[in-house]
């Protein structure tokens, strides 16, 4: 595959040691629109926050925006997940200083685009290659071997996967009415399709028993 990196498992993951950079100033003197996150940890430090989530249900797919939406079935999962989003959202909240048009906390708390809702994560691959047919830099793990970039026949709902991805900052995004609107910054970087017995994957065993 070409890289070696390391990712912690989501139910390790300490939410309190997930902290924000202030962002770097553009020539212009204004704030960028991007504000990295780093993980601070006695054992570990990293730029950005690496996770790795455990296996997954998909319920959609669409290649041509990258959207994959997944069903968060085990509830320590979802409490990690949860407690990761709201720690995005405080030190948003604690840091608005840094940011032009963030008046409170609770206009932040708003205005945050949360990419975890009620049971479901919706992630992006992004990185589109038209010409290739391809959706995004993830590597994914499919029938007994690793291919670079996904397509549609990539996901089906039902399947299961595991997915390594990196949160990497705070995107601030100018709005209308003098207020702006916040997300987190996310690149998946691998998706492993669950095996069956056989050694086929998931979506495999689905297609040819139906």
């Not at 202030?22 to 993980?39: A, D, F, H, I």
């Amino acid at each position: 595959m070409g890289w070696a990196e390391a990712f912690l498992p989501i139910q390790t993951i300490q939410a309190d040691s997930i902290q924000l950079m202030e962002p770097r100033m553009t020539q212009g003197g204004t704030p960028r629109t991007v504000s990295n996150l780093y993980y601070k940890h006695p054992l570990v430090t990293m730029q950005g926050c690496n996770v790795l989530v455990p296996f997954c249900k998909v319920l959609e797919w669409d290649s041509a925006t990258g959207k994959l939406v997944l069903d968060i079935g085990c509830p320590t999962t979802l409490l990690r997940w949860k407690q990761i989003q709201q720690r995005c959202i405080d030190v948003v909240q604690t840091n608005r200083h840094w940011f032009p048009r963030t008046s409170n906390s609770a206009v932040v708390a708003d205005s945050f685009q949360r990419f975890v809702t009620n049971q479901t994560c919706t992630l992006y691959l992004h990185g589109p290659n038209p010409e290739k047919a391809l959706t995004g830099r993830v590597w994914c793990w499919k029938d007994g071997e690793w291919k670079k970039g996904v397509d549609e026949t990539s996901f089906t709902k039902g399947d299961w996967i595991k997915v390594a991805m990196r949160l990497q900052g705070v995107c601030i995004l100018p709005g209308q009415f003098q207020r702006n609107s916040y997300r987190i910054q996310h690149q998946v970087v691998a998706v492993y399709h669950k095996q069956t017995v056989d050694g086929s994957s998931s979506s495999s065993s689905s297609s040819s028993s139906s």
